[in-house]
């Protein structure tokens, strides 16, 4: 975010503040900013907006903002979908009833690294 986006950003964190009945501070308003700087503002405003709806018992920390930006990058998958018919692009295929294995294809390499990144 730039110093030109702090206005839309201050506009998308009061309605969290808000939702929580708390006043939000300027030290607050700051703080978050510093914070979450790093982000694009789309980004930002996207997360603030996946963190208000989660409704957790207490108002969402910058952390949980991150969070929420996380889950939202996890499910929006933007790499080009690989064509691939033994698996049509998922990288994963079927070897047996009820037992998958990360595909031959170029879909199912990213599946076997990311296995042996969790490993
Ligand atoms: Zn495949």
Same mark, same amino acid.
């Given at each position: 975010?730039?110093?030109? /986006?702090?206005? =839309?950003? $201050? %506009?998308?964190?009061?309605?969290?503040? $808000?939702?929580?009945?708390?006043?939000?501070?300027? /030290?607050?308003?700051? $703080?978050?900013? !510093?914070? #979450?700087? *790093?982000?694009?503002?789309?980004?930002? #405003? /996207?997360?603030? =907006?996946?963190? +208000? @709806?989660? %409704? +957790? @018992?207490?108002?969402?920390?910058?952390?949980?903002?991150?969070?929420?930006? *996380? +889950?939202?990058? &996890?499910?929006?998958?933007?790499?080009? !979908?690989? =064509?691939?018919? #033994?698996?049509?692009?998922? +990288?994963?295929?079927?070897?047996?009833?009820?037992?998958?294995?990360?595909?031959?294809? =170029? &879909?199912?390499?990213?599946?076997? /690294?990311? !296995? !042996?990144?969790?490993?």
């Amino acid at each position: 975010m730039t110093a030109a /986006d702090r206005p =839309e950003f $201050a %506009a998308a964190l009061a309605p969290l503040f $808000a939702a929580y009945g708390k006043p939000m501070s300027e /030290d607050q308003a700051d $703080a978050y900013w !510093r914070f #979450l700087s *790093d982000l694009p503002i789309g980004v930002v #405003l /996207d997360g603030i =907006e996946a963190a +208000g @709806r989660k %409704a +957790g @018992r207490y108002l969402p920390s910058v952390g949980q903002i991150r969070e929420a930006i *996380d +889950g939202q990058a &996890a499910t929006r998958d933007t790499r080009p !979908r690989i =064509e691939c018919d #033994l698996c049509e692009g998922a +990288g994963w295929r079927w070897v047996a009833p009820r037992l998958v294995a990360p595909c031959v294809c =170029e &879909a199912g390499r990213v599946k076997r /690294d990311t !296995r !042996r990144a969790v490993a």
